[in-house]
């Protein structure tokens, strides 16, 4: 079986359909899916899609919407109510002109603070702040402590070199079934299998011959079938590790 370690379901087309969408994934082989949020108003949903089987919920507040009030106290019991997997999807994204970087920052070390507290892992989205994001964890409070992944990685070996010596896993998506994108399947190629996971990011990221919109965690076996080339490996071994890796760092039980 596989896990798809990051997907939207609340957002459309997904949330119109949820069931569907589960029973399409389970007859495709996969099992569980990790539904991070990403501002105050998708925690709720979030929790409500959490109630499907096999559905692991994950709160935190994005970057993009990090001039959000946030509520650090509530942010926390609603992750210990929901039996959240983490806390995500956060992280910096530079990209943007709003919210500021001074912003994003804050709202970031608040969530990594909570995600100590709670012994929970963290899912990182990360834009144009590459320097500054490894440049935090590696501060003295989080080296070694934060545990997590970097979600949707498309950069180089050197780069996925510098997260995993903080001790971090990284997420392949459907970047790596497209033959131009060259630096996401070198290092999908080279990085520790037992450091991998496997993610649509689905509706937001398409893959080779699909649209964003067209994408389900259904079609995360194109993602294991793309690494499993890349490696000279069999697909199967490729879902039996990166579904032990998805397993242990966010704890998942069975579906």
Not at 53 to 72: M, Q, R, T
Not at 153 to 170: I, N, S, V
Request: glycine share 10%.
């Amino acid at each position: 079986m596989l896990v798809d370690t990051h997907c939207h379901l609340f957002m459309e087309p997904l949330c119109s359909d949820p069931a569907g969408v589960l029973r399409r994934a389970l007859e495709a082989g996969v099992d569980r899916v990790v539904v991070p949020a990403f501002d105050t108003g998708s925690r709720e949903r979030v929790m409500g899609l959490s109630r499907h089987p096999g559905v692991f919920p994950a709160l935190g507040l994005h970057p993009w919407k990090a001039d959000e009030d946030l509520d650090i106290p509530a942010l926390g019991q609603e992750l210990e109510s929901s039996v959240s997997v983490a806390v995500g999807e956060i992280g910096l994204d530079f990209k943007l002109d709003t919210p500021g970087r001074e912003v994003q920052i804050a709202v970031f070390r608040a969530q990594l603070d909570l995600a100590l507290e709670l012994d929970l892992p963290v899912i990182l989205h990360c834009r144009g702040a590459f320097e500054e994001m490894a440049s935090i964890l590696s501060d003295e409070r989080y080296r070694g402590m934060i545990r997590g992944v970097v979600h949707a990685f498309t950069r180089g070996t050197e780069l996925a070199g510098r997260f995993l010596g903080l001790g971090l896993h990284l997420a392949f998506g459907g970047a790596v079934t497209r033959p131009g994108a060259k630096r996401a399947r070198r290092s999908a190629a080279v990085v520790p299998m037992d450091r991998m996971l496997l993610e649509t990011d689905s509706p937001s990221i398409g893959m080779y011959g699909l649209e964003p919109e067209e994408v389900e965690p259904a079609h995360i076996g194109r993602v294991a079938g793309a690494i499993a080339g890349l490696r000279g490996i069999s697909l199967d071994e490729t879902a039996r590790i990166t579904t032990v890796n998805a397993e242990r760092l966010f704890g998942l039980h069975g579906s």
